[in-house]
């Protein structure tokens, strides 16, 4: 399974398809999950902990702003380490994780620095119009 961490509580990844990856998520201390792939059949199925759905395309549009609002409330109201995936967590998921860096008070230069430093395999650009979100 492929993730990085961005924070001490800010793990962003793939989706954790096998029961070893569910076992190493909570060997690391994964408390919950933030997921952001589009489609119900895939809620992260090894991972038996709490979980946030929040289905999003893969379409290169801003995220929608009830689904970050709803992401950041549920990071700001857990407790641990978060694990944020999508397919291949390289714009979905990292777009989750730049909304939260923000809404904990970073800039936005700070915040996309730190996440293309943590995550080389980002494939967000700083003019992203996944990062195009305001909340």
């Known amino acids: 399974m492929n993730f990085d961490f961005i924070t001490a509580r800010i793990i962003c990844g793939a989706i954790p398809e096998a029961s070893s990856d569910a076992v190493l998520l909570q060997t ?3 408390t919950c999950v933030i997921n952001c ?4 059949a895939n809620k992260c199925s090894k991972w038996n902990g709490e979980q946030c759905f929040l289905p999003q395309l893969d379409d290169g549009n801003p995220r ?3 689904l970050v609002k709803k992401g950041i409330d549920y990071f700001k109201s857990s407790t641990g380490k978060v694990y944020i995936h999508c397919w291949e967590e390289r714009r979905r998921a990292p777009a989750m994780v730049y909304a939260i860096l923000r809404s904990l008070g970073m800039s936005k230069e700070s915040a996309y620095s730190l996440l293309i430093e943590k995550r080389p395999s980002c494939r967000l650009l700083e003019n992203d119009q996944y990062l195009q979100c305001s909340v």
């Open 28 to 30: 690391l201390g994964v």
């Open 37 to 40: 792939v589009e489609e119900p």
């Open 64 to 66: 929608d702003t009830e």
